[in-house]
């Protein structure tokens, strides 16, 4: 084998796929259906579970096991308690962003807009179970 060269596993198509994140054996991807979940425990055979936060999303973050959507000037949040099956709470909105790209650690959130970074302290989410 070369090693210069990757061997293709598996290929799925995805409409308008904007980016991908791995938690535990699960692919996250956001598209504009929302967010496309895969487990690959085996990256041979992914296996397309759900969608979660049905809305169209620019970019995903997951932080302490919620996963975040973010779309112009809404975040959108998932409860991961089971990675498989995400558990919708809701998203928060402000005229304070308008960004395309996320990245959420330790509850403390960077949006990329335009010409700005956006700094953000995000509340801890009330989850619905």
């Known amino acids: 084998m070369d090693i210069c060269t990757p061997v293709l596993l598996s290929k799925k198509y995805l409409v308008n796929g904007k980016k991908i994140l791995i938690y535990e054996n699960y692919a996250y991807v956001a598209h504009e259906g929302g967010i496309a979940v895969y487990d690959i425990s085996d990256p041979s055979y992914p296996k397309y579970l759900t969608t979660a936060l049905p809305v169209f999303l620019s970019d995903v973050s997951i932080d302490n096991g919620i996963l975040y959507g973010i ?9 991961l308690s089971d990675p498989a099956n995400p558990i919708d709470q809701g998203y ?8 395309r790209n996320i990245l ?15 700094f953000l302290d995000m509340p801890q989410p009330f989850f619905k179970k």
Not at 92 to 99: A, R, V
Not at 104 to 118: D, P, R, T
């Open 71 to 79: 779309e112009d000037n809404c975040i959108y949040m998932a409860y």
């Open 104 to 118: 959420i650690k330790n509850l403390y959130g960077i949006i990329l807009e335009n010409e700005n970074l956006v």
């Open 92 to 99: 928060i909105c402000s005229n304070d962003f308008y960004g």
